[in-house]
């Protein structure tokens, strides 16, 4: 009899912990739910890991844009992350900027600017890019502009973004190019 009381005990044991174990298991399944699962409330959505990326979109960004007296013929665009959460240029690294009366054509990226890394910006921080206007204010050639085009994906609609105070600019449109997202305004401008 001693076998049967020590196997009685043994099972018990088994099912105890196996009731214990059952109504977590019915939580954490992937999927919808199951019938007769337990349920509960869906978690708040968790903070990017290293791994995961999220586009920076238009919804999450402020734009500027400057003209700059140094280096000539160049405009200044920031790009400044005001939401709560980090995103990254990694999908389009540079503007896909629309220049010019019309705005009809993207303005080709700089390739040597390419910095060879993906642009994140935390909540707070700025990206910039520098566009070589490649028009003559002095002699009047080129378009002047007060604001421009600017898109952050290939096929979708530009958000016009106005010149802030500062030299007026003058931009021809076909000859105008545009850096990749930089980290630093020096990075944008040596370009």
């Not at 791994?51 to 919804?59: H, K, L, N, S, V």
């Not at 790009?79 to 980090?86: A, G, H």
């Not at 106005?162 to 040596?190: F, I």
């Amino acid at each position: 009899m001693p076998y049967a009381a020590t196997t009685g005990r043994s099972i018990a044991a088994v099912t105890l912990m196996a009731a214990a174990v059952l109504p977590l298991t019915g939580c954490h399944h992937g999927g919808g739910s199951r019938p007769g699962a337990p349920t509960r409330p869906s978690a708040a959505p968790r903070p990017p890991a290293p791994g995961d990326r999220t586009a920076c979109t238009p919804e999450m960004l402020r734009f500027h844009a400057r003209g700059v007296r140094h280096p000539a013929h160049r405009m200044l665009l920031t790009v400044t992350n005001y939401s709560d959460r980090p995103c990254d240029f990694a999908a389009q690294p540079y503007p896909l900027l629309r220049l010019g009366p019309g705005q009809r054509a993207v303005t080709p990226a700089i390739g040597p600017s390419d910095p060879g890394t993906v642009i994140t910006l935390a909540p707070d921080a700025t990206a910039y890019a520098a566009v070589t206007t490649a028009a003559d204010a002095a002699s009047g050639r080129g378009e002047r502009i007060s604001q421009f085009g600017v898109a952050l994906a290939p096929h979708t609609a530009p958000g016009q973004v106005g010149l802030d105070s500062g030299p007026p600019v003058r931009v021809n449109p076909h000859t105008a190019r545009v850096t990749y997202w930089q980290s630093r305004r020096e990075a944008a401008l040596k370009w």
